[in-house]
Structures are given as C-alpha cells and as structure tokens.
T-cell receptor, first 115, second 108 residues
C-alpha cells in the first residue's frame, strides 16, 4: 500500500515563481489536509478538504490555493513564492474529519526552499 | 495562550528510564487526543489515541487524560534510544491543531 504520496520530495524556487505540490492517497479516505512545518512552530494547517468537492482555510492559508481534484487527489499551489514559504509541507488524509476514526496519515513531505 | 501547548524540550532521559511528555489544551470541548511520533526528517506517525479520562496502555506506552485539568500525557517506560524523536499532541477533530512537539532524546 502506497498510503499518501507527495511529489516532489524537494524543490527550490526563486521568489515570484509558482508551483503545485501534488498529493494522492489510495486509502479511500474522505478528508485531506495540507500542513507546513517550521522549526519551533510545529505543524500548522494551511487548508483542508473534509470531503470531495469542499475545501476550507486553516490557520495559515495566505499565499496558497488548493484543489480537491477528486477523492484521491488534493493539490497545493503557490502562485508567487516568497522566502517566508520556505518550509516542509506535509499532506495528510483521514477516513473522516471527526470522531475516533480520524487519525491522520501523513505523506513523506516536500522540502521547499524559496530563494 | 496557545490552544495546545507542549514543552519543546529537548527532554533527555537515560536508557531504561521513564520518559514523561506533557500536553495542555485550552478548548474544554476537546474530547479525545492523538499522540504522534516524528523521527528527524520523517513524517509524523500515530502511536496512541485516548478518549476517556484515565490511562490507556499499549506496550511500553501509556497515555493519560485528565479532562478536568485539561491535561494529557504520554509515558514511555523502559525508554530506548529508538524512542528518540519528537512527540506531537493533537486534539481529535475541531481545528486540527497540533502542539509544537516535545523532542525526546534517550541516551544509551
């Protein structure tokens, strides 16, 4: 089982460039999430999708957009990258957004550097 | 006050000792909690889930929840160097917020 697959694993961008981080899960989960992790800041939610066709802002959505393409795929787009977006990005999925059955399953992360 | 707070550490314990990791939360509506472990350079993985007051044991790991005090903890008995990682506390559902994590170092 692949679980949650993120691409790319590493990326270097110049300020102002755009890119899309891809995420796909094969566990038939309803909910998907994008987090960023910075030293000393823990995991911060950028956007999430409780179910196919819905997306909602998290704690730090500015500078990002998302698309829930179908039940399996949830992409994160940086339209105009800034050095402050240098971080490790994790995609995660869960069977549902609430309840006992909602632990998060994480992808391996994307390490993004913006120069 | 942050919604979920953990001591950032690092917490250093000798091999074989008990490691105690603590988490406090501000939302009285939080009913259950997850503990995740994150090795350096890796993604978080679920290790414990607790939803009722008291203790829940799984092998060397014991999670404790005290809803009146808004406090949840993770005890690791007989700590091993392989337990060296960052441990993240997260309330189930709600705003999907994580604590900042406690770095644990187990010295041989």
């Amino acid at each position: 089982n692949a679980g949650v697959t993120q691409t790319p694993k590493f990326q270097v961008l110049k300020t102002g460039q755009s890119m899309t981080l891809q995420c796909a899960q094969d566990m038939n989960h309803n909910s998907m999430y994008w987090y960023r992790q910075d030293p000393g800041m823990g995991l911060r939610l950028i956007y999430y999708s409780a179910s196919e066709g819905t997306t909602d802002k998290g704690e730090v959505p500015n500078g990002y957009n998302v698309s829930r393409l179908n039940k399996r795929e949830f992409s994160l787009r940086l339209e105009s990258a800034a050095p402050s977006q240098t971080s490790v990005y994790f995609c995660a999925s869960s069977p549902s957004g609430q309840g006992f059955n909602s632990p998060l399953h994480f992808g391996n992360g994307t390490r993004l550097t913006v120069t | 006050q942050k919604e979920v707070e953990q001591n950032s550490g690092p917490l250093s314990v000798p091999e074989g000792a008990i490691a105690s990791l603590n988490c406090t939360y501000s939302d009285r509506g939080s009913q259950s909690f997850f503990w995740y472990r994150q090795y350096s350079g890796k993604s978080p993985e679920l290790i414990m889930f607790i939803y009722s007051n008291g203790d829940k044991e799984d092998g060397r790991f014991t999670a404790q929840l005290n809803k009146a005090s808004q406090y949840v903890s993770l005890l690791i008995r007989d700590s091993q160097p392989s337990d060296s990682a960052t441990y993240l506390c997260a309330p189930e559902g709600g705003k999907l917020i994580f604590g900042q994590g406690t770095e644990l170092s187990v010295k041989p």
